[in-house]
């Protein structure tokens, strides 16, 4: 397919002339007079490059530029102009243009800069297909829920996203902080720039202040050569520091310089780094708490707390539970084979009726469980853990209910291949139980 090349000059002869030439060598050509007709084309063909006019009867070339980028952010534009002006020249590359050629005298250099225009734009618009498809997987539309505490939730995290404004989300451990966050940069301008997570609980405050900040070479035994923290990796865009309320108080008042002046010193170092990164955060902390007994900086929680956000429990939104579980039935089935299509009336009361203490994520592991083990296209009560049927009072003897463990920790491992961290995992119990269970169960 002919790649598809748009000329923007009110001088007829002369469009007429570069579009016959243009098309001579294998392009397909699209003109118009006025940059208003030329934004039409671009809204309806997929264009590749643009020529156009710096004069234009309606808009300066120049600034064009910016609303073809707006229209089409993998678009190249190429201006062209009768009178070289090195101010134009400057303002029209800034505002994203790929090169300013001067009428007649620059002829001979059109063709080769429009075939690299086009190879540019073509590996730019699978880059931007790619980040859309990105920013549709994570936007609040993909938040299951019809709950009025979720759809609130949702209501401001789409509110805030449209700013720059640090965020501090709330809530038990499960919820779906992450997914929140990743939300809130998804449908934010800094989309396409890196979204990057981290878990403050999952590391030493030494290793932490590293791993957020960075160091130079040398800063201590092991570090042989620079390395960007993720702050640095986040530039431009997006950093999420879950489970804030575990980060030392030393690297909290770090944390705040950054907050506060846009700096931070990596490891090692002595001069200061500059950084334009949001910050969101998360806790299953009562900060203000943890403020009033010392182990967290009050100035820091007033600065991440501008605007908060409370994720409802998953005992808060009982009304939700079918559909997320039915969400991940169908996500886990097609993994496997694709047949499971329906739960019982028992399973899903069953699933109502439980106390989820691990909340969306512990739903989630129930349910990829219920999938592995189902032997038909429904999920019944025999494919929940044993504590879901026999705490209301069940008729089962000890027996019964070693045998049902004993088959359930068979089929996870069939499912598993063998992997006993990733059994173990799915089973939600530790290794060492697993093991043990193994060994009593005579399935080593």
């Known amino acids: 397919m002919k790649p598809k090349v748009l000329i923007i000059d009110d001088e007829e002869k002369l469009r007429g002339l570069l579009s016959r030439i243009i098309g001579l060598e294998s392009f397909e050509v699209f003109e118009a007079a006025t940059g208003k007709e030329g934004l039409k084309i671009l809204a309806r063909e997929n264009i ?141 301008e800094r989309r396409l720039m890196p979204f990057v997570a981290v878990n403050c609980s999952s590391f030493t405050p030494e290793l932490l202040e590293s791993e957020l900040f960075g160091y130079k070479a040398g800063a201590f035994t092991g570090a042989v050569k620079d390395k960007k923290g993720l702050f640095e990796e986040a530039q431009y865009g997006t950093i999420f520091l879950d489970e804030i309320g575990e980060m030392s108080l030393e690297l909290q008042a770090k944390l705040l310089r950054v907050l506060e002046s846009k700096t931070f010193i990596k490891v090692g170092d002595t001069q200061t780094t500059k950084v334009n990164v949001r910050i969101l955060a998360a806790t299953n902390r009562d900060l203000m708490k943890e403020s009033e007994a010392g182990r967290f900086r009050e100035d820091l929680y007033y600065r991440l707390s501008v605007f908060t956000i409370t994720l409802p429990s998953l005992n808060e939104r009982k009304g939700d539970i079918e559909l997320l579980a039915k969400h991940y039935m169908e996500e886990f089935a097609a993994k496997i084979n694709g047949r499971i299509n329906k739960m019982d009336d028992e399973f899903i009361s069953l699933l109502n009726s439980h106390q989820w203490k691990g909340n969306i994520r512990e739903l989630k592991n129930c349910i990829e469980r219920a999938v592995i083990l189902a ?70």
């Not at 620059?106 to 073509?122: F, H, M, S, T």
């Not at 759809?151 to 709330?170: F, Q, S």
């Not at 025999?382 to 009072?393: A, S, W």
């Not at 530790?430 to 093991?435: A, E, F, I, Q, S």
């Open 48 to 188: 590749m490059a643009v020529l156009s006019d710096v004069k234009l009867p309606d808009v300066n070339g120049v600034d064009l530029v910016k609303n073809i980028r707006e229209l089409r952010p993998y678009v190249e534009v190429i201006n062209l102009t009768a009178y070289g002006n090195i101010n134009d020249a400057v303002k029209a590359i800034q505002n994203g243009a790929f090169n300013y050629i001067i009428k007649g005298d620059d002829n001979e250099k059109i063709i080769p800069l429009l075939n690299q225009a086009v190879d540019k734009a073509r590996l730019q618009l699978k880059v931007y297909e790619l980040e859309t498809k990105l920013a549709k997987k994570y936007s609040f539309a993909n938040i299951i829920g019809q709950s009025k505490q979720i759809t609130e939730a949702i209501a401001l995290g789409r509110k805030v996203a449209a700013t720059n404004t640090t965020v501090l989300l709330l809530g038990q451990t499960g919820t779906g902080k992450e997914v929140f966050a990743s939300a809130i940069h998804y449908e934010s």
């Open 375 to 444: 032997d038909s296209e429904t999920l019944t009560p025999d494919q929940l853990p044993p504590d879901f049927r026999f705490k209301n009072g069940g008729n089962s003897n000890a027996l019964d209910l070693a045998t049902i463990e004993k088959q359930h920790i068979f089929k996870v491992l069939q499912y598993t291949g063998g992997n006993k961290t990733e059994a173990a995992r799915l089973l939600g119990i530790g290794l060492t139980t697993l093991y043990r269970k193994l060994e009593e169960y005579q399935l080593n």
